[in-house]
């Protein structure tokens, strides 16, 4: 039985007794329920205080049985509640210092600011990856569901140097931010571009004129999801069937068809090799939609394209075969 359960379990026991006390003492002595119930805390408590009225034999003999079950009802309950709170203070302590410790560990992660809405969604599409993440985040209600939802978090004010130094945003990869502020957002953005200037940085817009403000204020890109709502439901209407294709391709609940970006190690078999003989399409069945380097896209690339290091493969097929390119690519073995 946990320590609270023992707590729910003794107070239960406690108020019973208290109450067959009170019943005892007014049905054996014939007293008022008040005067029953005071004789009963009384006796219980081992207080020592005179008797309401002279006890009769019987009430003698209730008295005894009262004292012995009362005493050991009231030393277990006190030491069931000392239980839970000393278990509760460690577990919280041991709990901190346990995520702590994760924190000081992460290495090329992102940095979430804000867990709305939209800081969800993105925690859970980076929990799907997985890709590692930590969430930043000031509403103490906020944080209770992060704690729900098994996410890392740090309770903080984003704009703050100290909230994204506890998350570590010198060793971070890229930080998002996705408060519903725009001014906010621009704060967070010039504040996480002044500790680390190479920070890859996505930020949220809600306003008119807010994406302006924010790349001026150093974001890499700026995303805002009214605009994109609106697009994605005029593109469902206008073409349907398209909008069908990229939520099969793209959808992390789908499992037999998967569009992934893939970036090329240095050392992998592909280098140096085209399409043709790299053997995605023959042995893999992968089809190559498209190839990213130095912030050129390449859509549809010919058979003779040939693969180097440091480029992204856009590729499209089954998930499993996809995970096997992705260990091609990174020249990590099958």
């Known amino acids: 039985m946990d320590s609270l359960k023992k707590v729910k379990y003794s107070l239960t026991t406690l108020f019973i007794l208290i109450g067959g006390g009170t019943i005892g003492y007014s049905a054996i002595e014939d007293w008022g329920i008040f005067e029953a119930l005071y004789m009963t805390i009384i006796t219980l408590a081992t207080v020592g205080y005179n008797e309401v009225h002279t006890l009769s034999h019987n009430g003698q003999i209730f008295t005894i049985f009262l004292i012995v079950f009362g005493v050991g009802t009231i030393a277990y309950t006190i030491g069931s509640m000392i239980q839970f709170m000393v278990e509760g203070q460690l577990y919280q302590i041991l709990g901190r210092k346990k995520v702590q410790k994760k924190i000081s560990r992460l290495r090329e992660h992102y940095i979430i600011c804000g867990y709305g809405r939209i800081g969800r969604l993105i925690s859970h599409e980076l929990a799907s990856k997985p890709l590692p993440f930590i969430v930043v985040e000031n509403d103490s209600k906020q944080c209770q569901q992060l704690e729900e939802d098994g996410y890392l978090f740090i309770e903080g004010d984003a704009t703050q140097d100290e909230s994204l130094e506890r998350a570590g945003i010198h060793h971070a990869k890229g930080l998002i931010t996705a408060v519903a502020s725009d001014s906010a957002n621009v704060f967070?953005?010039?504040?996480?571009?002044?500790?680390?200037?190479?920070?890859?940085?996505?930020?949220?817009?809600?306003?008119?004129?807010?994406?302006i403000k924010l790349m001026r204020a150093g974001a890499n890109k700026v995303v805002s999801p009214y605009t994109i709502g609106a697009s994605r439901m005029a593109q469902a209407i206008l073409r349907p069937s398209v909008v069908d294709f990229i939520d099969i391709a793209t959808g992390r609940k789908n499992i037999e068809l998967q569009m992934e970006e893939i970036p090329v190690a240095p050392n992998s078999s592909l280098v140096g090799k085209d399409l043709s003989q790299s053997g995605i399409r023959k042995n893999l069945g992968l089809i190559i939609v498209g190839i990213k380097h130095d912030e050129q896209m390449i859509f549809n690339p010919a058979a003779n394209t040939i693969i180097e290091a440091g480029h992204i493969l856009i590729a499209l097929g089954e998930y499993p075969e996809?995970?096997?390119?992705?260990?091609?690519?990174?020249?990590?073995?099958?």
Do not use: C, H, P, Y
């Not at 996809?322 to 020249?331: F, H, S, V, Y």
């Open 188 to 211: 967070i953005v010039l504040t996480a571009r002044g500790m680390k200037s190479n920070l890859f940085i996505m930020a949220r817009a809600s306003e008119d004129g807010a994406e």
């Open 322 to 334: 996809i995970q096997k390119l992705e260990l091609i690519a990174g020249n990590k073995l099958l």
